[in-house]
């Protein structure tokens, strides 16, 4: 069974930072592609970050030069380092994984920034 357990979300001021944790089991986690995804209230789910098999990232624009994502195989974990938060990025977050064969999305972790 394929789980994906988030961490680290919670309650910040405008400016701060956050740091999500995404553990996975279940799967051969260095074949997967890793994701973060965010939700927030009356919005569609948009992609945040991913990261290949071989570490290569991509990013919205929204969050460019601000959120990094990063994995650590030996740890079956992925990351999502957000700096200077906006009030903008108040959303559920999710951590996605996906391989040739099957998709996976974990329970998601609420990220709230005040102004």
């Known amino acids: 069974q394929v789980q994906l357990v988030e961490s680290g979300g919670g309650l910040v001021q405008a400016g701060g930072s956050l740091r999500l944790s995404c553990a996975v089991s279940?799967?051969?986690?260095?074949?997967?592609?890793m994701a973060w995804y965010r939700q927030a209230p009356g919005k569609q789910r948009e992609l945040v970050a991913d990261?290949?098999?071989?570490?290569?990232?991509s990013y919205a624009d929204s969050v460019k030069g601000r959120f990094t994502i990063s994995r650590d195989n030996d740890k079956k974990t992925v990351y999502l380092q957000m700096n200077s938060l906006k009030p903008e990025d108040t959303a559920v977050y999710y951590c996605?994984?996906?391989?040739?064969?099957?998709?996976?999305w974990g329970q998601g972790t609420q990220v709230t920034v005040s102004s």
């Open positions: 279940g799967t051969i986690f260095r074949l997967n592609v």
């Open positions: 996605h994984a996906h391989n040739y064969y099957n998709d996976y």
């Open positions: 990261i290949s098999t071989g570490s290569t990232t």
